[in-house]
């Protein structure tokens, strides 16, 4: 029988307690142990629905010898603290995204948990779908050809007022948000080419965040990449592969649920074919992906795929010459 991992959840983040928190409890590889909030009642609340799981305060988890992983939800300016923290202490660490302020932050992290031999995965759940398997192995048999084009949206209505993507001071922003979706599912899906970015553009609103952005990507082989996101938008969670004899067409790519079955519409000159792909649980999926990391001790692809995505983000913020809006 394969080890259960003790795990605990530092942040009552709505992600948390709508998708990770139960997922956890019920996962064959995890045990749920704990979940922390700096309000304490805040963090009884969402522990109770769960018998046998805890609550406390951060550093109660932090200090805790049992747990062997912290997920950790919180806003994007406190996840280096609470990162180097768990490290410190010899706890994997599963965090969203995105996972620094700085990409001098990130290479700290990644020293650090290295040279403890410790995991630092970024949440990036949709890799773990079905969906795409379908996808990879479509472009694997060349069934549209030589690719051209990826083309990846993500965007959203605009947030209540007060909703920390629109705060500066906790690291907000669509690129950090949204925009991080369609660079991630760039490198997942055409991970065989190294791609640099040319262009990118950022729109900035009242709050002095990025509320909107696009990049321009571009690889040896011919390839470009036009990525396009934002939260004051038609919503669009979606992927595209434009190649010399078809297309491929992801429409729900990121945010699937359990239960959805999602479409993948493929197209030729001989037709359209719009096909159900099976339902199935990204959050699940990853949460044994997590675990087999560990079992192996196979942490140097997250490792590289984390530094990879802050690397994009560096780029995307100096060629929309605002360097100073986000520190990577």
Not at 39 to 46: L, V
Request: hydrophobic content about 40%; aromatic content about 10%; proline content about 5%.
């Amino acid at each position: 029988m394969k080890k259960k991992y003790i795990a605990a959840v530092l942040g009552c983040a709505h992600i948390a307690v709508r998708s990770l928190i139960p997922e956890l409890f019920r996962s064959p590889r995890f045990k749920l142990a704990a979940v922390a909030s700096r309000d304490r009642a805040k963090a009884r609340a969402a522990a109770e629905p769960y018998p046998g799981v805890s609550c406390g305060t951060y550093d109660e988890i932090i200090r805790d010898g049992s747990i062997d992983l912290v997920y950790i939800p919180l806003p994007n300016s406190m996840h280096y603290e609470w990162i180097m923290k768990a490290l410190e202490n010899g706890k994997h660490v599963l965090c969203e995204k995105s996972l620094v302020t700085e990409y001098s932050q990130l290479e700290e992290i990644t020293a650090f948990a290295c040279a403890q031999r410790l995991l630092v995965a970024e949440n990036f759940q949709f890799r773990f779908h079905s969906q795409h398997r379908w996808t990879l192995d479509s472009l694997a048999a060349g069934i549209i050809g030589e690719i051209r084009l990826f083309r990846s949206s993500f965007g959203i209505p605009p947030l209540p007022a007060g909703n920390i993507r629109y705060s500066k001071d906790l690291g907000g922003g669509s690129l950090l948000d949204n925009g991080a979706y369609p660079l991630k599912a760039m490198q997942f899906i055409l991970g065989g080419y190294d791609f640099t970015m040319k262009a990118a553009t950022l729109r900035y609103g009242e709050s002095g965040v990025d509320i909107s952005g696009a990049m321009y990507l571009d690889c040896p082989e011919g390839i470009a990449a036009e990525l396009a996101f934002g939260m004051d938008n038609f919503y669009q969670c979606n992927y595209e592969i434009w190649g010399s004899t078809g297309k491929i067409t992801a429409a729900r790519a990121f945010t699937a649920p359990p239960g959805l079955k999602p479409r993948i519409v493929f197209e030729t000159a001989d037709g359209v074919e719009d096909m159900e792909m099976p339902a199935d649980n990204h959050f699940a999926n990853m949460l044994l992906h997590i675990a087999e990391c560990l079992d192996n001790g196979n942490f140097e692809d997250e490792y590289a795929q984390n530094l990879r995505q802050a690397a994009y983000i560096k780029r995307a913020l100096e060629l929309a010459q605002r360097p100073e809006a986000f520190a990577l």
